[in-house]
């Protein structure tokens, strides 16, 4: 048995855990070398809250992942637990049976994870499997639990007939969503041989009590670590589709059991957008329990080709501690900035530490914001997929409809929204980004803007765009363009576009100007006093805007 338990102490090289391919984008296995980098930051914590003491020679605490993929954090925490306690328990096998017995505990999220985490702590697929590396468990699943577990279908509009388990006619409701996680019936509703991704750990109403009857005792974890699934496709409709985010069900969950320390790595889209994540952002801003975060602009830096747009970060919530947080910006993965800050600074998280002084310094004119003139989504009515005729003969008070087709004839009866803007002047902006994704491109700058330009009176734009205006003359129109394109405006809405996405609040922080005269950077500069090496931050980060429709 001892010689089973020295498999935890061997070289892995190669570590099979950074080959294994990535189930999907909702679901990413992390890297071991980024397990670890979260690792240190959890010992690095408990240390300075605990007289400086190891968190890997106290042979008390309790560890889970409670979404566990590959098993890679649990394996790590293995590996460390193994020395960390040497002098208190000498003899390895015995130290390897408590630690995998009492301190270990994980939740998979698929039974294909739960195979392989049992395989990446136990070094069996079955933890009482004749190769496991301890013989204290009496079934299978170790502390490393799956169970396949059904959606909570609820609001199903439409009825279809069928039978239930006993043969006898019933009618069936369909067309629901999940009351725990909002996930689509129509999609995620499978037959017993397939996954349904209702994932335990968040289709409960208590955590502690499932808990509690899953690994058959109460018990209080010291540490929770982990990365949980990022999104649910929402499905349905002639829309693309949509992803639902859901990590933030977990980061709540997780809280809700109170450990003396947390930390995740899960998406940053949560810093200034995500579907339905407002009241999560205002959760995570006001904590001041959240000693650390580390921020990947780019998640290439991490997971590679199959990282969520707009970049990832991890978080360490330390209950011991409150006060401001320790905001690590990273550049290609390297740290390049450690600032102490308060995340409520602003509605938004800026990801960008130096940037925070010009925003600053911008908000001492107390000007309105650019937003008000940026139109909600959809500004006039028509769909992405809204198209015209190519010339308006025939068509009964025709009006211009732009759209990624082009240039095409509408009639205006089919206008829903802003009526009084559409014989007036006004922008037309891309609600797409120029970037991939919202990431830079290789030289490391943005553009941001990937179309605005002037439309005259008598034009609309389908839900591609946004409309900017309305202005009562051309000359307003085309200096509020020559604003837009200077690197000042696109700097400011970099900090809050994390995603390819731009929206009405992408243009939060840029203040509204007099729109009779034109703007240039070298003005703009000058207005808000900005130093040499403010400036040098924003020309290095945002590229000289040449439009196609100039």
């Not at 498999?7 to 950074?18: A, Q, T």
């Not at 985010?245 to 947390?262: D, W």
């Not at 205002?282 to 990282?307: A, Q």
């Not at 509408?410 to 120029?434: E, F, G, H, I, Y």
């Amino acid at each position: 048995m001892a010689t089973k338990a020295s498999f935890l102490m061997r070289n892995r090289n190669p570590d099979v855990l950074n080959s294994i391919a990535n189930l999907s984008n909702d679901e990413v296995f992390t890297p071991p070398d980024f397990a670890n980098r979260m690792l240190d930051t959890v010992a690095e914590s408990w240390a300075s809250s605990n007289d400086g003491a190891n968190i890997w020679a106290n042979s008390t605490l309790k560890f889970l992942d409670p979404f566990t993929k590959s098993g890679v954090f649990l394996r790590e925490i293995v590996s460390r637990l193994t020395k960390g306690l040497e002098s208190e328990i000498p003899d390895l096998q015995t130290r390897v049976d408590h630690i995998l017995t009492d301190q270990i505990y994980g939740v998979a999220t698929t039974t294909l994870t739960s195979l392989v985490a049992r395989r990446s702590v136990y070094c069996s697929k079955a933890a009482n499997g004749k190769h496991s590396i301890t013989q204290k468990f009496k079934d299978k699943t170790g502390n490393i639990w799956f169970e396949r577990l059904n959606h909570a279908w609820a609001g199903g509009q439409r009825g279809v007939l069928t039978a239930d388990a006993a043969g006898q006619s019933i009618t069936k409701k369909l067309g629901g969503k999940c009351k725990f996680c909002g996930a689509s019936q129509d999609e995620y509703e499978r037959s017993e041989d397939l996954e349904t991704h209702a994932y335990g750990f968040i289709h409960n109403d208590d955590p502690n009590a499932w808990l509690t009857e899953i690994f058959g005792e109460e018990m209080q974890f010291d540490v929770i670590i982990g990365n949980p699934p990022y999104q649910l496709g929402t499905g349905g409709g002639t829309q693309t589709k949509q992803a639902k985010p859901i990590y933030h069900l977990f980061v709540r969950q997780a809280k809700a059991l109170s450990p003396r320390m947390l930390c995740l790595v899960i998406p940053s889209r949560w810093f200034s957008g995500g579907m339905g994540l407002d009241q999560f952002r205002s959760e995570m801003i006001h904590d001041s329990n959240i000693k650390t975060l580390v921020d990947f602009p780019d998640s290439r830096d991490v997971f590679g080709d199959m990282g969520p747009a707009g970049g990832v970060q991890y978080f360490l919530k330390d209950s011991q501690y409150d006060g401001p947080c320790e905001f690590v910006a990273t550049k290609n993965g390297t740290p390049v900035s450690r600032v102490s800050r308060f995340l409520n600074e602003f509605s938004t998280v800026i990801r960008d530490n130096s940037a925070i002084d010009i925003v600053n310094q911008i908000g001492t004119h107390s000007e309105a914001s650019f937003s008000k003139f940026v139109s909600p989504v959809s500004p006039f009515g028509f769909s992405t997929a809204a198209r015209g005729l190519i010339d308006s003969g025939g068509i009964a008070d025709p009006i211009i409809l732009r759209s990624v087709a082009g240039r095409e004839w509408v009639p205006r009866s089919k206008v829903l929204k802003n009526l009084d803007a559409v014989d007036m002047w006004k922008v037309l902006v891309s609600a797409t980004a120029s970037e991939h994704a919202g990431q830079p491109d290789k030289s490391g700058t943005r553009r941001i803007l990937s179309r605005v330009e002037v439309l005259e009176p008598g034009t609309v734009m389908t839900h591609s765009y946004l409309m900017v205006g309305p202005f009562k003359t051309e000359l307003e129109a085309k200096n509020a363009v020559s604003y837009l394109k200077t690197r000042f405006v696109r700097f400011l809405a970099s900090l809050v576009q994390i995603t390819q996405h731009i929206s009405r609040s992408t243009f939060a922080f840029v203040p509204s100007q007099d729109f009779a005269k034109s703007w240039t950077d070298e003005e703009l500069y000058i207005k808000y006093n900005l130093n040499a090496q403010q400036i040098a931050l924003i020309e290095s980060t945002i590229r000289p805007l040449e439009l196609d429709n100039d």
